[in-house]
């Protein structure tokens, strides 16, 4: 069947307006994916009790604030940092919260009294986003996707549910991503 050139330009013309309505634009570059936007968690059985690790993320450009729990040692330990990203690659600048092998600085407001390190500390982690899971890393390792167990790290979810960080928690994880810590 022949198309009738009238119908070509109406066509045409359609989609064009089309393209308008919904945002598309030639001249509008795509949004930066920012794929250290979200939660990702793995849960476990231990003495009966439902133990969790997760790392709650928040990105905006190359700035990822993040809030990250994890249980070893029959205790739980809780930490704030500051990365900087380049694609999937988030390497930790600075890190405070429970000592353990994260860190050995307290987050500030947050030190026992008698505390003697207070305030950021340094990392040498690295994050890393692969096929939907957070990977870590540390710095004598070049991280890649091509270098990690595809099943390990924690797997992306959609709500941490009752393990989700209070209120102050997540407030200062809002304030991080908007350039306060």
Known sequence: ?????????????ILSVAALGTGVSATK???T??????????????QGSRICD???LAQRGDRVCGIQSYFATNSEYRQRFV?????NVARIDKICGDPGSETDTYCAGEAPSGAE??????????????GGRLHGASDGDAPSCAKV???AG?????SLGDQAPEAAERAWLASCVGGAE
């Not at 390190?117 to 692969?130: I, M, N, P, Q, Y």
């Not at 924690?154 to 959609?158: C, F, Q, T």
């Open 1 to 13: 069947m022949k198309e009738l050139p009238n119908m070509r330009l109406f066509t045409v013309a």
């Open 29 to 31: 570059p795509a949004p």
């Open 33 to 46: 994916p920012a794929p250290f936007n979200g939660a990702w968690m793995i849960c476990e059985d231990y």
């Open 54 to 56: 997760y790392n709650l």
């Open 83 to 87: 990365a900087t990203a380049k694609a």
């Open 117 to 130: 390190k207070v305030g950021w500390g340094t990392s040498d982690e690295t994050l890393l986003v692969c």
């Open 149 to 151: 167990n595809p099943q």
């Open 154 to 158: 924690l797997p992306k979810v959609r």
